[in-house]
């Protein structure tokens, strides 16, 4: 499995305040995304990264922004966190080049009070 | 737009017993197809990698079939025992440069010792 470190895995916050989610892999993976994960909805794509500083938006990327400034690291935040961005965040590398093959880190529960 | 549907969305069986998971999805046009365990809390554990030009992959007491013209996937798995509890996601990839996983709602599985 790929080393992929997720933090903080729980956080607890109130509407209106900025937050910050880090993704850190050992892997030296070019690809990483983040999905969030919803009861209801599945798994859906928000940002995702094809190298430092090369990011594109997924399928519900409104109110997330994101950062790729080394390869082993991938941030997402929220500049004003919503309730309806109370959710599990994931985090998933990929090398892309041969199998195509994702891997993911072990989540970051999110509450948005 | 990919639609991934996974039916059942959930499936209580005997320890001991074959049982088979399904997967289907609306556009045959992939670059390969994933499945996953989840264990409540937990992250994505990559279970099975099937390439777009591949009619199945095994692992141990799994067998993944991909029927890309028809839009289906089956997930196969034999003498199933109460560890294999765990909830069972197959996610499509459409290829092109950035391999973005759609993935279906799961299917909860439960074996009962």
């Known amino acids: 499995d790929a080393g992929i470190t997720q933090s903080p895995r729980h956080k607890v916050t109130e509407t209106g305040t900025p937050v910050t989610l880090r993704c850190h892999q050992t892997?030296?993976?070019?690809?990483m995304y983040w999905y969030r994960q919803d009861p209801g909805h599945g798994l859906r794509l928000i940002h995702y990264s094809y190298g430092v500083k090369d990011t594109d938006k997924g399928e519900v990327s409104d109110g997330y922004s994101v950062s790729r400034s080394k390869t082993e690291d991938f941030l997402l935040t929220l500049e004003s966190a919503t309730s309806s961005q109370t959710s599990v965040y994931f985090c998933?590398?990929?090398?892309?080049?041969?199998?195509?093959?994702?891997?993911f880190g072990e989540g970051s529960r999110l509450t948005v009070l | 737009k990919q639609e991934v549907t996974q039916i059942p969305a959930a499936l209580s069986v005997p320890e001991g017993e074959n049982l088979v998971l399904n997967c289907s999805f609306t556009d045959s046009a992939i670059y390969n197809l994933q499945w996953f365990r989840q264990d409540p809390g937990k992250g994505l554990t990559s279970l099975l990698l099937i390439q777009s030009s591949q009619r199945e992959q095994t692992s141990g007491r799994l067998n993944a079939s991909l029927d890309k013209s028809s839009g289906r996937s089956t997930l196969y798995i034999a003498a199933s025992q109460p560890g294999d509890s765990a909830t069972y996601l197959c996610a499509v990839n459409r290829g092109g440069s950035n391999y973005k996983l759609t993935f279906g709602k799961g299917t909860l599985l439960t074996v009962n010792p």
């Open positions: 892997e030296n993976h070019r690809y």
């Open positions: 998933a590398t990929g090398l892309a080049a041969n199998t195509g093959e994702l891997f």
